[in-house]
C-alpha cells in the first residue's frame, strides 16, 4: 500500500507524459473479453476517464466479438471467420447490430455516464459517420463490409463539445444495406482521420509475440517493415492480421503510433500510455 508521498511521487513521475499528451486525440478500440467482464471493464472505464480528465480528446470504437458469438450460438447460429474477419451473413447481420449498438454501446456509454455526463453512443450510421462497402464483393449474401470513407462532422462536434463518442462498427453502404465492419479496421480509419496521437487496440494477448504461446517473446517496439517481415515469417496470423493491417494503414496516414495491447490488465491503458515501459507492443512508422 502506497503512503502519501508515495502517492504524491508517482504524480510527480506522471506529469511528463500527462503534459505532453494534454491536447491531443487517441482513438481507443475497445474488445475482447475485456468487453463482457464487469471487473476489467470498470478498470477500463476508469483508465477513459482518468486520460479525457487530463486533457486527452478521447474516441472510443468497440466491437463485440465474444458477445456476439455468445448470442449467435444462443440461435444455433455458427460463428464463421475468414482471415480473422467475421463473415457475416443475413441471420448474423441482424444479431450483430442489436448485440453491438443495443447492448454492448449503451453498457458502455452507461458506464462512462455513472459519474458525469460525457459519453454519447453511436453506431457509423449516425450523420454517416462511417460508409460502407461490401469486403466480398462477390458474396452478395455477404454483409461483412470495409470502411468506404469516414464523415469526422458529428465527431469534430462532440469532441469540441467536451464529450466521448463510444461508436460501434456497424454503417450502411451507399445503397443503405447494413455492413458489419471489423473494429480495428473502423477503429484505424477514424484514428487517420484525425491524425490521432495514438490508436489503441485492446485485446486478448499481450501484443506481438514471436510465439503466440510465449508472452516472454513480447516484441515491444516495431517498425512497418519489421512488421510486414512476421507477417511474411506467418508469425502474424489469424485475428491479429487485421489489427496489424489497419495499424500499419494508420502510421502510413501520419498517426503518430498504433499500440497493441492486453486488455484484460488492470490499468492496461494508464499503463502503456503513461508510463515509458508500457506492457504491449507500440508500433511506429
Known sequence: M????????????????????????????????????????????EDILFLYYIGIKVVIVHGGGPMINYWLKQMNIEPKFFNGIRVTDKDTMELVEMVLVGKVNKDLVSLLNCSSNIAVGLSGKDANLVTASSFFSDQPDNYTGKVQAINLEIIDLLLSSGYIPVIASVASGLNGQTYNINADSVAGAIAESLNAEKLILLTDTPGIMLNINDSSTLIKNLNIKQLEDLKNQNIILGGMIPKVDCCVKALKKNVGAAHIINGSIKHALLLEILTSDGIGSKLVA
Open 2 to 45: 502506497l503512503n502519501n508521498l508515495e502517492r504524491v511521487q508517482m504524480l510527480s513521475d506522471l506529469l511528463p507524459s500527462m503534459q505532453c499528451f494534454h491536447g491531443s486525440t487517441m482513438v481507443i478500440k475497445y474488445g475482447g473479453s475485456a468487453i463482457k467482464n464487469i471487473n476489467l471493464k470498470s478498470k477500463i472505464i
